[in-house]
């Protein structure tokens, strides 16, 4: 019966989802816990306008409480952390599609996506279900689209890697992706 299997596909992305949480309180210490699942948390909202670019001021509501350092300052370790655990596909700004990329990333001007398409369609909710389930890619400006193809770019650029590399997805203007391929920067649109 389809509804029993969506079920079951929703109760496994709320355990992958309870997972990450679990993964952020256990490996952080009790400030940097809140700290990095503000940044996880932020990631689904911040995709939705049509600036789909990380803004750490939109991490947190500064109005909320005073902050001693700036945003940035005080999220980035944070959002790194995020990206070395897996939980974050980071797609950086370059100043050039130039080898080696990195040397061309702009740190703080990245576009940030889940690691798990489905964990943000449950995110979402049930208007992203339906959106997609009735084909419109639009849902949300294209946000669950867009995180579909860097999950996917992100994943096949791996597994052609060696374990001691860490690949990233980093976009430049008008190209949407560029990922180094067998010692070449390979662009999409």
């Known amino acids: 019966m389809p509804s ?3 079920a079951r596909a929703m109760e496994a992305l709320d355990d992958l989802l309870t997972a990450t949480l679990d ?3 256990n490996y952080n210490d009790s400030i940097e816990t809140v700290k990095t699942k503000r940044c996880f948390e ?3 909202s911040q995709l939705r306008g049509t600036k789909k670019k990380f803004t750490f001021s939109r991490v947190y509501d500064r109005t909320k409480e005073r902050l001693d350092l700036s945003t940035k300052q005080k999220y980035y370790d944070n959002t790194e952390w995020l990206g070395a655990a897996g939980y974050g596909i ?3 700004l370059l100043t050039r599609p130039s080898i080696p990329l990195k040397a061309n990333k702009v ?6 996506y889940p690691f798990d398409t489905g964990m943000l369609v449950r995110i979402y909710g049930p208007a992203a279900r339906i959106a997609i389930f009735g084909e419109d890619y639009r849902y949300n400006q294209g946000a ?3 995180n579909v193809v860097a999950e996917c770019l992100m994943k096949a650029v791996y597994l052609r890697l060696r374990d001691d590399l860490k690949p990233e997805c980093m976009t430049l203007e008008e190209v949407d992706y560029t990922v180094m391929s ?3 920067g390979d662009s999409f649109e």
Do not use: G, H, L
């Open 4 to 6: 029993q299997s969506n």
């Open 23 to 25: 993964d952020i309180n």
């Open 42 to 44: 932020s990631i689904p």
């Open 90 to 92: 980071f797609c950086y």
């Open 107 to 112: 740190v703080d001007q990245c576009r940030t």
């Open 144 to 146: 669950v689209t867009e």
């Open 182 to 184: 067998d010692a070449e």
